[in-house]
């Protein structure tokens, strides 16, 4: 059974930082392209970040490049996203997704994605 569960989010002031974390079960997890997304209250699940099956290749969403980082441990079945320097505009749901791909490039288009977590809640605000 397929099974992915984010953690990590909450409440964080603006310009501050948080760590996400994302862990996997149920399939080939080394096999597989994983992203995250986010979506805003009234507003399209969008793309933020992904990495290919071995890390080599990560795709960032012109919105959180720079100031973002994604990565995945194999061993563990995890991914993980750090994001400093928060805005208001970063406030939302945050996902984890999984598809199966040994191409060199990550898909920032959700409907590619065959797998999902229920997400968690990240809320930027004083």
């Not at 209250?41 to 490049?65: D, I, M, Q």
């Not at 973002?68 to 991914?79: F, G």
């Amino acid at each position: 059974q397929v099974q992915i569960v984010e953690s990590g989010g909450g409440l964080v002031q603006p310009g501050g930082s948080l760590n996400l974390s994302c862990q996997a079960s149920g399939f080939s997890f080394g096999n597989f392209v994983m992203a995250w997304f986010r979506q805003a209250p009234g507003k399209e699940r969008e793309f933020v970040a992904g990495l290919t099956w071995n890390g080599g290749v990560t795709t960032y969403a012109a919105s959180v490049e720079g100031r973002s980082t994604i990565s995945r441990d194999n061993r563990r079945n995890m991914v993980f996203l750090q994001m400093n320097s928060l805005k208001p505009e970063d406030t939302g749901v945050y996902y984890c997704a999984a598809y199966r791909s040994a191409r060199p490039d990550v898909s920032q288009v959700r409907s590619e994605y065959r797998a999902w977590g229920q997400g968690t809640q990240v809320t930027v605000s004083s």
